[in-house]
């Protein structure tokens, strides 16, 4: 990537050490929200709730009321899958199980309901692979209603362990009062959660993750195609998830892969399901058509190196615990600036994995993102006569800065 320079400044708590890379010709954006038509070259989705965001960097490409609060309907199911996967990761549950589907399952969310169901029969045993097909595919209520009462005996109490979920994710403008989305219940989200539970799938369930791309689940004897149509776009749609209700209109989160880069969108009270679709597709298409994910440095790539004080050597290789990817425009690569901020010299002994800085990257010298640098290697306490030299140059170090 390029030379690594030093050079030193004060600080108050002690001297900072900026390690400053050579230009490597790369242009940012911010993880901010982008002027609406400017973002999207003219194109403005016509719901009421827009977000697209890259996976790999978490910036936002385009927000239209990404914060507003609205009501999830089937989107609420998302949730349901990422507590049910989770309790198969744990090993609480297993795909090979089964769970009833209980009378209140089938009336409520079932062919009596006519709404979105799996149609399993009354008091039938339904495997747990089988739960979460039909709720991922078919959009199933009677599929996530019968989930749910299989984890935890109850919704109430299914959707208590929803909500705790919620928080743990920093999912702050998130309420669940059920696992179906069905109206009667205080169910609530945002476009910025949703995109925050859709990274959360995709990153710790991705066998489980794979159902959304499925195009048909048959169960009972009764054929439905995937409700999602973002799939059969052309796009590289892989998931997720599409909803509706007359309180809250036609909602979707899409997630979609081209090369090495994956997109999220989430479109919230559109007028129409044709609406839903050509927000959403046409957000993905201009994402992917305009952005790039670059990677700067990979994960235990020396990035720089840092000064020890009474250690056995005088320096320490410094790196980064995770790939630090960018954001970049496509065809405009001339302005990036990174560099490793710590305070040292980093006294001795200092063991690999020790944290020790930050990496921030800016672009004309506006802030964009910073990752967490931390020893590449131990380094061990010193022979006496190394630490006498290092404190005699601190001391000198300390005289020149008066």
């Known amino acids: 990537m390029g030379v690594i320079s030093a050079m030193t400044a004060r600080s108050f708590g002690g001297r900072i050490l900026r390690l400053a890379a050579a230009a490597v010709g790369l242009a940012l954006i911010a993880a901010a929200k982008p002027p609406a038509k400017e973002a999207a070259n003219g194109f403005e989705p016509k719901a009421d709730v827009a977000l697209l965001v890259d996976d790999a960097t978490g910036a936002v490409l385009y927000a ?136 959360h799938l995709v990153g710790q369930y991705p066998e489980i993750y794979k159902i959304y791309s499925e195009r048909e689940f048959t169960y009972n004897k009764i054929r439905q195609r995937n409700r999602n149509p973002l799939l059969d776009d052309g796009i590289g749609a892989d998931g997720i998830k599409t909803g509706f209700l007359k309180e809250s209109g036609y909602n979707l989160v899409g997630s979609a892969v081209q090369g090495t880069q994956r997109l999220y969108v989430v479109i919230g009270g559109a007028a129409s399901e044709k609406e839903r679709g050509e927000d959403a597709k046409k957000l993905i298409e201009w994402g992917f058509r305009t952005f790039e994910t670059v990677r700067i440095y990979k994960a235990g790539e020396v990035i720089g190196s840092g000064t020890v004080f009474g250690g056995a050597t005088r320096a320490v290789p410094l790196v980064s615990p995770s790939d630090v990817d960018i954001l970049v425009p496509r065809g405009k690569r001339d302005k990036l600036k990174a560099r490793i901020v710590y305070t040292g010299p980093i006294k001795a002994p200092i063991e690999k994995g020790r944290s020790i800085g930050r990496l921030q990257v800016t672009n004309d010298d506006k802030p964009l993102v910073d990752y967490e640098v931390v020893a590449g290697e131990a380094v061990a306490v010193g022979e006496i006569g190394q630490r006498a030299v290092d404190g005699a140059r601190e001391l000198l170090i300390g005289l020149l800065r008066r």
């Open 64 to 199: 239209k009321n990404a914060d507003k609060s609205f009501i999830p309907a089937s989107l609420t199911k998302m949730m349901t899958v990422a507590v049910a996967a989770r309790e198969l990761k744990e090993g609480r549950l297993s795909l090979d199980g089964e769970f009833t589907m209980s009378e209140h399952a089938w009336r409520t969310g079932g062919a009596p309901s006519h709404t979105s169901s799996m149609f399993a029969p009354v008091n039938s045993k339904v495997k747990v692979s089988d739960l979460f097909r039909g709720i991922m595919i078919q959009s199933a209520n009677d599929g996530a209603i019968a989930m749910a009462e299989g984890i935890a005996g109850t919704e109430i109490a299914f959707a208590e362990l929803m909500n705790k979920r919620a928080a743990e994710l920093g999912m702050t403008t998130t309420h669940f009062g059920n696992p179906s989305g069905l109206p009667g219940a205080d169910n609530r989200t945002s476009a910025r959660d949703l995109v925050t539970l859709a990274r």
